[in-house]
């Protein structure tokens, strides 16, 4: 992978990622009345729980477990909300916005990673889409939220998306970080214009609900 500042171009990701993970969740344990460890934990589990899940996977030891950056960073962004909360928070789409984010940079990790160990290419797209969208689903479950993951949003599938997108840009032999950056900014737009106008996959109506319609009708 190309050096970035003493660092590779998935530890960038990576840690960008973190932070705009931990963001995502400490906004929405900001509106659950959540005191500053509760709400350090639940950005700490948004940030960590899609990575822990493909580590685990992989049979690796847990990033985390290894580096203590990931714990630090999602300190600074409970720093960060708290001194900055008029600010931060004032926006409506803020926890879409750092989500979204997150989103696009921990599923270009996670395909890196996978990529790292030999995996094949479908796997690492699959593994790519659990650590981009495990941690919000936790987040959510966690806030007693049902997870975007599970409702008519297109979220995973921008993550499969992207994966694509990783993996074509290497078929073009396009040189690091390129194909990282385009696959991330392609699950970032395609989230962004699914939300902006209301593409959705079709609701899967069950046979009760079709036939309470009928007798409403």
């Not at 400490?26 to 509106?31: D, E, F, L, Q, V």
């Not at 479908?122 to 939220?145: A, P």
Request: charged fraction near 15%; proline fraction near 2%; charge should be neutral.
């Amino acid at each position: 992978m190309t050096i970035l500042w003493g660092l590779n171009i998935t530890t960038v990701l990576d840690l960008l990622g973190t932070f705009a993970f931990a963001i995502s969740g400490i906004r929405m344990a900001s509106g659950k009345n959540i005191d500053w460890f509760g709400a350090y934990v639940i950005g700490l589990v948004t940030a960590i729980g899609g990575g822990t899940t493909r580590d685990l996977l992989l049979d690796v030891t847990p990033f985390w477990m290894q580096d203590a950056t990931y714990l630090v960073t999602t300190g600074v962004a409970l720093l960060a909300a708290i001194l900055f909360k008029d600010r931060l928070f004032r926006w409506g789409n803020t926890l879409f916005l750092f989500d979204t984010i997150g989103l696009g940079l921990f599923t270009i990790v996670g395909i890196s990673k996978s990529v790292e160990a030999g995996l094949s290419y479908w796997v690492c797209i699959i593994m790519g889409t659990i650590t981009g969208s495990v941690g919000g689903v936790l987040r959510d479950v966690f806030l007693n939220e049902v997870p975007l993951l599970f409702r008519k949003d297109i979220y995973a599938l921008a993550c499969v998306a992207g994966g694509i997108v990783y993996f074509v840009c290497y078929q073009f032999e396009l040189v690091a970080p390129m194909p990282e950056l385009i696959a991330a900014l392609t699950v970032i737009i395609i989230r962004i214009i699914a939300v902006k106008f209301h593409l959705h996959l079709p609701v899967l109506s069950s046979i009760q609900s079709r036939q309470d319609k009928s007798k409403s009708s």
